[in-house]
């Protein structure tokens, strides 16, 4: 087990330096150790025991679990029918009191007295008889108007309307054939809300749940109704008032309508379909109570004593399981106690194996991603001092190895920045000495003179005893030189300013970093534009590092060409055209310099101008003296 232990440690080590060691050779002798299996059979036996203990607990935690789970379910569902049952119960009743009520207004004298005048004309209904019966509907709507939301009477030659209610009436709707077929003459009948309204109120009701008695047929002189309005708001108000499980729902249903305001969650919604299929099914339910079985919740469905009219309660799932969870807390304790134990017994161990070993696995996770600096100082029994002993060893001899890849990486890099350089140095120079000959061919020594100084000037710099990094302040310098030399080829077609702080000219640049960009600026921006143009160099510090940036305001480019121009520079699988050449061997220079965060960016408006970000670190040379003297020399 320890020797597999080592061994995967080193393969974990070595893949961080993977790309280092490429190439590179290692020969390391096999060396077979022999180690006692005593303190390590310990280890195994405290495993396995703390294993079998966790097992063991947690088999008894599930079983306990499982039991308590169907034992909690049946609870709440027996307790869910019996709210059902006492809700039924109360609104029966309530219902049923009501009816009675009403009952006892319509057989009262003054109810028969006005029954017969609808079909007598020799009997007459007084105006006193309006008035008392008036009367008897007010007080009737006022002992009751905790239960009942308003009484109406209605005749339809319109000489008796008697409302009372905390709504009022916007329209009345007297259909004769369809109050006789719907409603028996002189009988009390229930009406739900899918029935037609025999008023219209000012303010909307929620669900109607109405008792209505026609008054008259189509024999009698005049027709009427007598409409008692239910509360539906009493009714939800006994469905709140009793206990149900938490997150729970009960309603009341008018057939497929919820009565009064439900909010329900839209995956416990039943549709029509569902209410019929549980409204026939009520019908062969022994106790009336009818229990549905759905993915995440239970329906209760009891039918009332009023036809069509039904109390549904919803028990989510999810309930029964949150109880069951009430009783991690004593099977958590005794899990406890039994771990208590097992953590006592795992002290003794940890001062003896354990502790070394997670220290010694510590130091080898932090070897492993890529510390090699970690001193391999575990002390222990004689196996872990000597696996301590191997691997600092090992981690010597890897370190050294990986200087020695580094340094090979190092000249490599080197050779590849003076490769992309020395492809840069001819082509300024072939371009001055023609504008010299040029110049000499016209005859304009002077012109000529100045030029081929402002040449030395530049080449001064530029060679730098073979140094490749110089300061900022040396770059512009070079800069303004190769500037002043085309203002005097291309006179009067362009001007330019360098405006950078002067705290920034110490920053190391690669030389010939500018010059190239200004060029592509001056050739392919402003030149071709035949116009006078501007050309701006500035610099300012962003994030911690130097952005210069080289803008010009001349014939710009179009979007895709600037995506284009950009895939070219950053990718080393698209061969460069011939304007993007140098632009592209800046990018690389910079990139093998200082990193691959750095390097170009563009932005350009066609039309408008382009600016090239030229993006270094903020340091200066003394900072990268490593690169600019010692990794360079020749």
């Known amino acids: 087990m320890l020797n597999s232990f080592l061994y995967s440690f080193m393969m974990h080590g070595t893949i961080h330096h993977t790309r280092l060691l490429r190439g590179v050779q290692i020969n390391l002798k096999k060396k077979h150790i022999k180690f006692t299996t005593s303190k390590s059979l310990r280890t195994i036996l405290f495993g396995f025991n703390s294993i079998f203990i966790l097992a063991t607990s947690l088999l008894f935690l599930f079983i306990v679990f499982v039991f308590s789970s169907v034992q909690i379910k049946n609870s709440v569902m027996n307790a869910t029918h019996n709210t059902m049952s006492n809700i039924g119960t109360m609104i029966d009743h309530s219902l049923d009191s009501i009816y009675k009520q009403v009952e006892a207004v319509t057989q009262s004298g003054l109810f028969h007295h006005l029954h017969y005048s609808l079909f007598d004309l020799k009997t007459e209904f007084t105006a006193y008889d309006c008035i008392d019966l008036s009367n008897t509907i007010h007080n009737f709507y006022n002992q009751n108007s905790s239960v009942i939301d308003s009484t109406l009477l209605y005749l339809n030659d319109n000489s008796i309307m008697f409302y009372y209610g905390k709504n009022a009436v916007k329209a009345i709707y007297f259909e004769s054939e369809t109050l006789n077929t719907l409603y028996p003459n002189s009988l009390l009948t229930w009406q739900g809300p899918h029935d037609k309204p025999v008023y219209e109120p000012i303010y909307k009701r929620d669900h109607e749940l109405n008792l209505i008695m026609v008054l008259g047929d189509n024999t009698s002189l005049k027709q009427g109704y007598f409409v008692t309005g239910i509360d539906v708001k009493n009714l939800n108000r006994i469905l709140a008032s009793q206990r149900i499980p938490n997150n729970s729902y009960i309603f009341l249903s008018y057939g497929d309508t919820y009565l009064g305001s439900v909010e329900l969650p839209e995956e416990y919604k039943i549709n029509a379909q569902g209410f019929s299929e549980l409204t026939q099914a009520s019908v062969d339910a022994s106790n009336g109570i009818v229990v549905r079985e759905k993915p995440n919740h239970y329906v209760f469905y009891k039918p009332l004593a009023i036809s069509g009219l039904a109390l549904v309660s919803i028990l989510p799932k999810e309930e029964t399981r949150m109880q069951a969870t009430n009783l991690a807390f004593p099977i958590g304790a005794f899990l406890g106690v039994v771990f208590l134990l097992g953590i006592a017994m795992n002290l003794i161990y940890n001062r003896t194996l354990a502790q070394p070993i997670l220290h010694l696995t510590r130091k080898m996770k932090e070897a492993g991603e890529g510390d090699l600096q970690t001193v391999f100082d575990v002390q222990g029994i004689e196996e872990i001092n000597t696996i301590n002993d191997n691997v600092k060893t090992l981690l010597d001899r890897l370190v050294l190895l990986i200087k020695q890849v580094e340094l090979e990486q190092d000249q490599k890099r080197i050779a590849e920045i003076r490769a992309l350089q020395s492809q840069i140095n001819p082509h300024f120079l072939y371009n001055t000495l023609f504008s010299i000959r040029q110049l000499c061919s016209l005859n304009e020594n002077l012109k ?38 085309q203002l005097m080829s291309f006179e009067n077609q362009f001007q330019y300013d360098i405006d950078v702080d002067e705290s920034l000219l110490d920053v190391a640049i690669p030389k010939l970093t500018l010059q190239p960009l200004v060029e592509n600026a001056l050739q392919h921006g402003i030149i071709p534009n035949r116009m006078p143009g501007n050309l701006f160099i500035t610099g300012e510090e962003r994030f911690g590092d130097l952005d210069i940036y080289i803008s010009d305001d001349g014939l710009g480019m179009s979007e895709e060409m600037r995506i284009q121009i950009l895939k070219e520079i950053h990718s080393n699988e698209i061969q460069p055209s011939s304007t993007v050449y140098g632009m592209r061997n800046v990018h690389q220079r910079l990139s093998l310099t200082f990193g691959s965060q750095y390097g170009l960016s563009i932005t350009s408006s066609l039309l408008q101008g382009t600016t090239v970000i030229v993006k270094i670190p903020l340091q200066d040379k003394t900072a990268i003296s490593s690169i600019s003297t010692e990794s360079f020399e020749t």
């Open 448 to 485: 000529a003179k100045k030029m081929i100084d402002n040449l030395a000037t530049f080449y001064q710099i530029g060679v730098n005893k073979g140094k490749p990094i110089i300061s900022l302040r040396e770059e512009l310098e070079h800069v303004r030189s190769y500037l002043d030399i």
